[in-house]
């Protein structure tokens, strides 16, 4: 594709392996991390090794001057960026009667803001050259809900919301912006799940398994790509038949 791409939360899992594989097809990657600056490096060595080009930058997506240095410092290193995945988020289990306000809003900072704050960052160059993809990384049970996840269930569904929205009002741009909704994903993010629990969740998914973090990254790095250009507003669910 030759173009850059800006990944947030790129350090670990998902947002790692969607920073590999558009790479590997020819993207400058803008690997974006806030704490794990480490692991941050480890991706962009992966890419190098890979004969691919990516730098790590550092990003707190809740803050909109943390975002605007972000493109500013893309811009300057890797070039515009053209390709946008917000992925960066975080998860919790809790009863939505222990929730605190503070933990509500750092839920919806953190996937709700930050995304729109990268979208209004990275918008403007798009549609100056009449080209651009934009890409949210939701949840299934940002469609359907999730029992003791209302906080998460509720910012993966505005995800999809700003997705639709959003697709309409850039169309006219050239932009497309699409939303996939990944099933239950063997990450970091499912460490405080027992190995009962994965296989459970693993035994109520049709395939028979739990996804991986190259199968979102597949599906994000095809929306990316040409043969998706006809294709927006459209949330693509990769969850194994989990959700239908």
């Known amino acids: 594709m ?5 990944v ?11 920073a590999r594989v558009l790479a590997a097809r020819g993207c400058r990657v803008a690997v974006c991390y806030r704490a794990r600056a480490e692991a941050a ?15 790590a930058f550092a990003v707190d997506v809740r803050s909109e001057d943390s975002v ?12 515009p960026p053209l390709i946008l995945v917000n992925n960066a988020g975080i998860a919790r289990q809790a009863l939505f009667t222990d929730l605190t306000l503070a933990q509500w809003d750092d839920m919806m900072n953190t996937c709700a803001r930050g995304a729109f704050l990268c979208c209004r960052e990275a ?18 049970w940002g469609q359907t809900g999730a029992s003791c996840e209302a906080d998460y269930s509720a910012a993966k ?56 973090p190259e199968d979102i990254a597949e599906a994000v790095a095809f929306l990316c ?12 669910g990769v969850n194994g038949g989990y959700v239908i």
């Open 68 to 79: 605007r240095a972000l493109f500013a410092a893309v811009h300057r290193t890797l070039g």
């Open 123 to 140: 918008l403007p160059e798009m549609i100056r050259r009449k080209w651009g993809r934009i890409v949210n990384v939701s949840s299934m």
């Open 225 to 236: 790509g040409d043969g998706a250009s006809f294709i927006t507003g459209q949330v693509l």
């Open 8 to 18: 947030t939360g790129a350090s670990r899992g998902i947002g790692a392996a969607v």
């Open 41 to 55: 490096q480890a991706v962009c060595g992966q890419i190098a090794a890979a004969g691919g080009t990516a730098a």
């Open 157 to 212: 569904a505005a995800l999809i919301g700003l997705t639709k929205a959003l697709a309409k009002e850039e169309g006219p741009s050239g932009i497309t912006v699409n939303c996939v909704a990944p099933g239950a994903v063997d990450t970091d993010m499912m460490a405080g799940f027992s190995p009962a629990d994965k296989a459970a969740l693993a035994d109520e998914t049709p395939l028979g398994r739990l996804g991986t």
């Open 2 to 6: 030759e173009k850059t791409a800006v």
